[in-house]
């Protein structure tokens, strides 16, 4: 069965304290991993989308990475403003995209 | 230019009723998809739009769901006979070109309220 899981469910970090956010997933036919950040009350926004294992892509504090199983985003010295729902979706073969139920994210000042 | 908008916002409706949920992409962005959002949970694919092609409805819940949309333009979502379970974020999103190889536009979803 196709699953996207991702921990932690809620994360809360200081001000300038790095850390990742992970998402596993088994999906046959991987054609994309897909990284989204949704702010409450508004649609998910389009981060980082990765094709293959060992791919990297980064902007400014967010960096995200990819293996055959799982995908990481990385945080570095985060700042309030990346407070919000970070989703992870995989796209397989076909039309469909199957999302997780997000890690939220706070950054206290 | 605009991004993807949805309206309403917000609808509150009673059991039983229909609704329809309105959705209208990006200028020019072929493929349009429909997700339902639960509270606490993850992005449900409901119906893909892909330029004239046959949509691809695999995701939709039952046949009280149903979604048109006018060559690559509009695309209204509709439910017949509301249930409290479909109470959902209901979110539209448009890409540019095959929905392989860009990133999907999401607009502001429409919240729904089933009493």
């Known amino acids: 069965e196709d699953q996207v899981t991702q921990s932690p469910e809620a994360l809360r970090l200081q001000e300038g304290e790095s850390s990742s956010l992970n998402c596993s997933y088994t999906?046959?036919?991987?054609?994309?991993l897909f990284w989204y950040r949704q702010d409450p009350g508004k649609g998910p926004e389009f981060l980082f989308t990765?094709?293959?294992a060992g791919e990297e892509k980064e902007k400014e504090r967010l960096k995200a990475t990819l293996t055959k199983k799982e995908s990481f985003l990385h945080i570095t010295a985060p700042k309030p403003e990346d407070s919000a729902t970070y989703l992870c979706?995989?796209?397989?073969?076909?039309?469909?995209?199957?999302f997780g139920t997000g890690t939220s994210l706070t950054v206290i000042p | 230019g605009a991004g993807v908008s949805q309206s309403p916002s917000n609808k509150v409706t009673e059991k039983g009723k229909d609704v329809e949920l309105r959705c209208d992409p990006i200028?020019?962005?072929?493929?349009l998809y429909w997700y339902r959002q639960r509270l606490g949970q993850g992005l449900e694919f409901l119906i893909y739009?892909?330029?004239?092609?046959?949509?691809?409805k695999s995701g939709l819940p039952s046949d009280r769901f149903s979604a048109e949309r006018t060559g690559e333009s509009v695309s209204t979502l509709t439910i017949q006979r509301t249930q409290q379970e479909d109470s959902a974020v209901y979110l539209c999103?448009?890409?540019?070109?095959?929905?392989?190889?860009?990133?999907?536009?999401f607009g502001p979803g429409t919240r729904l309220t089933v009493l």
């Open positions: 739009f892909q330029g004239n092609s046959a949509p691809d």
């Open positions: 200028s020019g962005h072929t493929a």
């Open positions: 990765l094709y293959s």
């Open positions: 999103a448009s890409s540019s070109r095959g929905i392989s190889y860009n990133e999907q536009f």
């Open positions: 999906v046959s036919g991987l054609r994309g």
């Open positions: 979706a995989v796209q397989r073969t076909g039309n469909q995209f199957y």
